[in-house]
């Protein structure tokens, strides 16, 4: 099973050189720390930044310097800054190559949840509505089942939707996921979890074809 750094480090494997990739909030915003040396990547933030690196080591954070998430950043050579106006420019006009979100909820046919519980207050959807709406390739860090032991991919949202049939590939604690029209499709299994693990904890349709391979983190 994967800790939130394991599901980081396998979805970094997904990212490709020259990509523009967006980090959501949460364990998406670990990715960057785990990218390839030799591979060049230039991560853009909604709040205004193209060329985020990895965290500062501690001692070393700039209060102003920031992701979408309110986390210190560091930028790489090279990086430039820019109002929300431009960024949004970015996503909305499908120059950002991949988009790593968490989720709360995905259904069988790549709707996601990500934005709201009923019940609490929250500021609002934020750019998790223009992400999805936007995005060409979306992938999902997520936990397989949340902490009741209730499956999070699902026959159908059960939360308010952020995007509908917008997701393409799922990794969790668990499992690599692919979004197909016929449901879920099991791509990879983590270290230490059998396929009759992922079944039992995934209501959603779930396709096994063949052996399944145990991740390479």
Same mark, same amino acid.
């Given at each position: 099973?994967?800790?939130?750094?394991?599901?980081?480090? /396998?979805?970094?494997?997904?990212?490709?050189?020259?990509?523009y990739?967006?980090?959501?909030?949460g364990?998406?915003?670990l990715?960057?720390?785990?990218? /390839?040396?030799?591979?060049?990547?230039?991560?853009?933030?909604?709040?205004?930044? =193209?060329?985020?690196?990895?965290?500062?080591?501690?001692?070393?954070?700039?209060?102003?310097?920031? *992701?979408?998430?309110?986390?210190?950043?560091?930028?790489?050579?090279?990086?430039?800054?820019?109002?929300?106006? =431009?960024?949004?420019?970015?996503? /909305?006009?499908?120059?950002?190559? =991949?988009?790593?979100?968490?989720?709360?909820?995905?259904?069988?046919?790549?709707?996601?949840?990500?934005?709201?519980?009923?019940?609490k207050?929250?500021?609002?959807?934020?750019?998790?509505?223009?992400?999805?709406?936007?995005?060409?390739?979306?992938?999902?860090?997520?936990?397989?089942?949340?902490?009741?032991?209730?499956s999070?991919?699902?026959?159908?949202?059960?939360?308010?939707?952020?995007?509908?049939?917008?997701?393409?590939?799922?990794?969790?604690? =668990?499992?690599?996921?692919?979004?197909?029209? +016929?449901?879920?499709?099991?791509?990879?299994?983590?270290?230490?979890?059998?396929?009759? +693990?992922?079944? *039992?904890?995934?209501?959603?349709?779930?396709?096994?074809?063949? +052996?399944?391979?145990?991740?390479?983190?």
């Open positions: 099973m994967l800790d939130k750094i394991g599901i980081a480090k /396998r979805i970094a494997q997904e990212v490709q050189d020259g990509y990739v967006n980090l959501g909030i364990i998406p915003t990715v960057a720390n785990y990218v /390839r040396d030799d591979i060049e990547v230039e991560f853009q933030s909604e709040n205004g930044i =193209l060329g985020m690196g990895p965290f500062p080591y501690e001692g070393e954070e700039d209060a102003d310097l920031i *992701n979408a998430g309110k986390q210190t950043i560091t930028a790489l050579p090279g990086a430039s800054f820019f109002d929300s106006s =431009l960024s949004f420019s970015m996503i /909305r006009g499908q120059h950002v190559d =991949l988009t790593i979100l968490g989720a709360m909820e995905v259904s069988e046919e790549g709707d996601i949840a990500n934005w709201k519980i009923p019940g207050m929250v500021k609002g959807m934020g750019g998790a509505m223009d992400l999805v709406a936007s995005a060409q390739n979306i992938i999902v860090a997520m936990m397989h089942t949340n902490k009741e032991g209730e999070k991919l699902l026959k159908k949202c059960s939360l308010p939707l952020t995007g509908v049939g917008c997701v393409k590939k799922i990794v969790t604690n =668990l499992a690599v996921l692919e979004v197909t029209e +016929d449901g879920f499709k099991l791509l990879e299994r983590a270290p230490g979890i059998s396929v009759d +693990d992922i079944i *039992n904890a995934t209501e959603g349709k779930l396709i096994v074809e063949g +052996d399944i391979p145990e991740m390479v983190i």
